[in-house]
């Protein structure tokens, strides 16, 4: 099993940053993939970003050159930063782990006011 743990939502207005992070524990295994994924009221769960324990990465389209995801490996953390927000960034926002298993964290709101 995983256990991986939000913190950083929050509300903050149009054009500011908030950065997220995700800490794993548990049965880690080393050749993972991490990332983070949205759920907007009304609308299916969607991918933001994803990150290999290789750093290789990849973004939504909506997300590309406003959002940078990160990990350090060392304490098993995968981190989003998430710069120019708009409202439509609004959603609970969940941290993925993917090895054999997909788990997910129970999910951090983001609100982003106009």
């Known amino acids: 099993q995983v256990q991986l743990v939000e913190s950083g939502g929050g509300l903050v207005q149009a054009g500011g940053s908030l950065k997220l992070s995700c800490a794993a524990s548990?049965?880690?295994?080393?050749?993972?993939?991490m990332g983070w994924y949205r759920q907007a009221p009304g609308k299916q769960r969607e991918l933001v970003a994803t990150?290999?324990?290789?750093?290789?990465?990849n973004y939504a389209d909506s997300v590309k050159g406003r959002f940078t995801i990160s990990r350090d490996n060392a304490k098993n953390t995968v981190y989003l930063q998430m710069n120019s927000l708009k409202p439509e960034d609004t959603a609970i926002y969940y941290c993925?782990?993917?090895?054999?298993?997909?788990?997910w964290g129970q999910g951090t709101q983001v609100t982003v006011s106009s």
């Open positions: 993925n782990y993917q090895r054999i298993n997909s788990y």
């Open positions: 990150i290999t324990s290789g750093g290789i990465t």
């Open positions: 548990g049965s880690i295994v080393i050749a993972n993939r």
